[in-house]
C-alpha cells in the first residue's frame, strides 16, 4: 500500500528538488509504532529543511515536518494502542529522521506524548513545536518566581509561531503581556490575542546601546535570539528572567557579564528538541488547561501537502502570522 509523503531529494545535476510522491511503509525508518498521520505544522525549522545546504538533513531522500498529530496505527509498545491519539514534537523528528509531512510515520515510542483531553489533532498541531517552545519557556519563567501582577513581560517575535502562542497563554493566565512586532500590520492580531501593548521591534534595539538599562520587563519569553536578546537582557529588572527560544536572529550575544552580576538578571535556555516525558507532558497539559481555543483556532492558516515548498520559503522571509496548519491527507 502506498501514501503520500512531501519527498526533499537531492542530486548534483538538479540540486534540490521538492514534491508529493508515493511511498511505502517500508521506507519509513525503523520505530516501533506507526502512526497515521492527520497534521502536522509548518515550522521555521521545516522551511530551511526544504532549502539547499540547510545544514539539517543529513541524508535524502528525505520527509521534512519537525512535528505531527494522529492515530496509532500498529504499536510494539504497551504503552500506546491502535486507535490511540498522540502528538510528537522534537527529538530531531523531520531532520535525522523522517518527519510529519507524510501521511504515515514510524518512530520511537519515546517520543511520543498522548495527546491532551480537550485538544483536537489539528489544534494540537496549531500548538506544534513552537508553542511547545512557549509553554516550556513559560513554565521556566514561573519555576524562576515569574507571577501575574509582578509588571509587563515581554514576548519578542510576537506575530510567529512561539510568539503567537506564548502571548495568549500569558494573557490568558493574566499577566500583562507586552509584544513586540517589526510589523505594525500584526498589531490588531496581537492584540486580539491578549497584548496589552505592541512595542515596535526598534524600540527595543534602537536605544542607547549599555549592558544595562532602564529596567522595564518582569520577565521574558525571546523568540528571536541575538541583538534582540541582548538588548533585552539589559532592559530586564531586578532579578528577572528571560527564557531564549530559537537563534533567528543569530545566536552570537553581544553583552556583557554585568546585567547577569549586578541586577542578577537570568538567562533560561528552552531546548525544546529533547525533553523528558514528564515534561512534554507537563508541557501539553498546560496549553490543554491555559491556551483559550478560540484564540488557537483563529491563529490557523490552512495548508495543503503541495503547498509547503511554498509556504515554507514565505515562513523564513518573515512573511506568515499565526500558525500553519498542514493536513497532510490533503494533498
Not at 491519539?85 to 523522517?98: D, F, M, Q, S
Not at 557579564?257 to 507532558?281: A, E, T, Y
Request: overall charge negative; proline content about 5%.
Amino acid at each position: 500500500m502506498t501514501f503520500n509523503a512531501l519527498v526533499v531529494e537531492e542530486n548534483e545535476e538538479k540540486g534540490v528538488s521538492v514534491g508529493v510522491q508515493q511511498v511505502t511503509k517500508d521506507q519509513l525508518p525503523d520505530g516501533n509504532v506507526t502512526v497515521a498521520v492527520e497534521y502536522s505544522t509548518l515550522n521555521y525549522k521545516d522551511g530551511l529543511c526544504l532549502q539547499p545546504r540547510n545544514g539539517l538533513v543529513r541524508a535524502y531522500p528525505h520527509v521534512p515536518g519537525i512535528d505531527f498529530a494522529g492515530t496509532v496505527e500498529a504499536s510494539d509498545d504497551p504503552r500506546y494502542r491502535p486507535g490511540d491519539k498522540v502528538v510528537l514534537t522534537g527529538w530531531r523528528v523531520g531532520e535525522t529522521h523522517w518527519g510529519g509531512f507524510s501521511q504515515k510515520s514510524r518512530v520511537n515510542a519515546d517520543w511520543l506524548v498522548p495527546l491532551p483531553d480537550g485538544l483536537t489533532t489539528k489544534q494540537a498541531m496549531a500548538v506544534g513545536t513552537a508553542g511547545i517552545a512557549a509553554m516550556l519557556a513559560i513554565l521556566a519563567l514561573e519555576d524562576h518566581g515569574l507571577k501575574p501582577g509582578d509588571g509587563e513581560v515581554l514576548v519578542t517575535g510576537a506575530a510567529g509561531g512561539v510568539g503567537s502562542i506564548a502571548t495568549a497563554v500569558l494573557a490568558n493566565v493574566g499577566y500583562e503581556v507586552a509584544a513586540v512586532t517589526g510589523r505594525p500590520e500584526t498589531s490588531d492580531y496581537l492584540k486580539s490575542l491578549g497584548a496589552t501593548r505592541i512595542v515596535p521591534r526598534e524600540e527595543i534595539i534602537s536605544v542607547i546601546k549599555k549592558p544595562m538599562e532602564a529596567a522595564t520587563w518582569t520577565g521574558c519569553v525571546d523568540a528571536v535570539g541575538g541583538e534582540m536578546l541582548a538588548r533585552v537582557i539589559g532592559q530586564l529588572k531586578y532579578g528577572a528572567s528571560v527564557a531564549a527560544v530559537g537563534l533567528a536572529g543569530g545566536s552570537s550575544l553581544p553583552t556583557t557579564v554585568i546585567p547577569f552580576l549586578l541586577p542578577g538578571v537570568n538567562l533560561l535556555g528552552i531546548d525544546s528538541v529533547i525533553q523528558p516525558f514528564d515534561s512534554r507532558k507537563r508541557a501539553w497539559q498546560r496549553i490543554a488547561t491555559d491556551l483559550p481555543l478560540e484564540k488557537l483556532d483563529a491563529m490557523i492558516v490552512d495548508a495543503k501537502l503541495s503547498e509547503v515548498p511554498e509556504l515554507g520559503s514565505k515562513i523564513l522571509d518573515g512573511k506568515i502570522k499565526g500558525r500553519i496548519v498542514v493536513d497532510v491527507n490533503s494533498a
